[in-house]
């Protein structure tokens, strides 16, 4: 979490608090520990140095396409709330023609991160290039430039398939 989703306000460079998270477990046989075990996390404050990673993608690359298929929807999830944008080609992101619908929200951060949507051309290509930049919530201002995009491009591929499936 951010310091500011502490409740910790202030424009202090060394403020900071502390992250406490509360865990159960239960094994199999139903036995658990009636006191949560906490977890304590010191947050403090400090620029992001680092572009956003993807993590997991629906489907997964290497999949393959229906006979004939043209459209692909795809789910890609990040490690952080991010834009992330897609190419047919190798390109730095601020070139990147194709947006996607990103969750940029800390509060929408799912089981595998932050979700982006897109729906893939695949009638003449196979292979897309994704790139992402962290922090949406600098986007136009005077803080853009802390904004970190991906240097190299997560490369997703798909199998076409040649003929019909017969049985």
């Known amino acids: ?43 403090k404050s400090s620029p992001d140095l ?7 993608t629906e489907p ?13 929807p795809i789910t890609i999830y990040v490690n952080e709330p991010a834009e992330c944008k897609y190419s047919l080609q190798n390109k730095n992101y601020t070139a990147m023609e194709n947006n996607m619908d990103c969750e940029t929200e800390f509060e929408h951060v799912g089981l595998y991160g932050w979700m982006c949507l897109a729906d893939l051309d695949v009638s003449r290509n196979s292979t897309f290039y994704f790139k992402c930049k962290d922090q949406p919530w600098f986007k136009n201002t ?5 904004r970190n995009a991906n240097k190299e491009s997560y490369i997703f591929e798909l199998e076409k398939t040649d003929s019909k499936l017969r049985i």
């Open 60 to 72: 997964n690359s290497g999949s393959y396409l229906k006979f004939n298929q043209t459209l692909q």
């Open 50 to 56: 680092t572009a956003p990673a993807i993590i997991k």
């Open 1 to 43: 979490p951010s310091i500011d989703s502490l409740g910790i306000a202030g424009i202090n460079p060394n403020r900071q608090g502390i992250a406490r998270y509360y865990v159960r477990c239960q094994d199999d046989w139903g036995n658990k520990n009636s006191i949560p075990y906490t977890i304590e996390a010191c947050v």
């Open 142 to 146: 005077v803080n853009e430039s802390m």
